[in-house]
């Protein structure tokens, strides 16, 4: 079935540091990508989305490419902030529009 | 975007009691809305798939009768846990995506309800 695989965390970057979380994906066809965030104690939001090969999400600062070749759809974002600390989950929606697939997340904590 | 509201966010009961928990989406219709738990520091775990006007399905696992669902509108998904125990302490979270078209892919989540049973 369809799986969402993520690095694992705790993350802990400096202040204006550069991020990379790695994501890769197992689906049949052509699967729409995601990412979504989690503050402490809330729900979560939708950073960004990419629903075909190459499509470029972004966000916030935050991007995402989806690679087709290598199933993957890494976060980046040139300069993070202290208020980027929470928890990010990568996901993937099938073809049949129904549940999402997530990652198990990854903690990032960024200190001043 | 879309906009998904739960009530109530934070929620301690007894054991032993029910407790219901709305999930409302709030400027479209949605005739299929999603239930999650979430354990600290984990994944969201699918529970169950909520369908306007007929029986929700439920994933592996999922005791139907210990977690009730009613998807009573297209606006409006409750899930009640009943006879709650300590061990359903967790949070629960819903989503919804807007029918049809473009962002048909795309869920929107509700802000979450932490349940604690004593």
């Known amino acids: 079935g369809d799986s969402v695989t993520q690095m694992e965390g705790p993350v802990t970057l400096s202040e204006e540091a550069f991020l990379t979380i790695n994501c890769t994906y197992t689906?049949?066809?052509?699967?729409?990508l995601f990412w979504y965030v989690q503050y402490p104690g809330e729900g979560l939001q939708l950073l960004l989305k990419?629903?075909?090969?190459?499509d470029k999400g972004s966000n916030k600062g935050f991007e995402a490419t989806y690679r087709k070749e290598t199933t993957s759809f890494h976060l980046e974002k040139g300069s993070v902030q202290v208020s980027d600390s929470a928890v990010y989950f990568c996901a993937l929606v099938g073809t049949s529009y129904d549940k999402v697939i997530f990652g198990p997340g990854t903690s990032l904590s960024v200190i001043p | 975007g879309a906009v998904v509201s739960q009530h109530p966010s934070r929620v301690i009961c007894k054991s032993g009691t029910s407790v219901k928990i709305e999930c409302r989406s709030l400027d479209f219709q949605a005739t299929t809305m999603f239930w999650y738990r979430q354990f600290p520091k984990q994944s969201l775990m699918l529970m169950a798939t909520?369908?306007?006007?007929?029986?929700?399905?439920?994933e592996q696992g999922v005791e139907k009768d210990k977690f009730l669902i009613n998807h009573a509108s297209l606006t409006l998904s409750t899930l009640t846990v009943t006879s709650a125990h300590p061990e359903d302490s967790s949070f629960y979270i819903c989503?919804?995506?807007?029918?049809?078209?473009?962002?048909?892919?795309?869920?929107?989540f509700g802000p979450g309800t932490r349940l604690t049973v004593l």
């Open positions: 689906a049949t066809g052509y699967p729409s």
């Open positions: 990419a629903t075909k090969a190459d």
């Open positions: 909520s369908n306007e006007g007929s029986k929700a399905t439920y």
């Open positions: 989503s919804a995506h807007p029918p049809g078209g473009a962002g048909t892919d795309t869920q929107y």
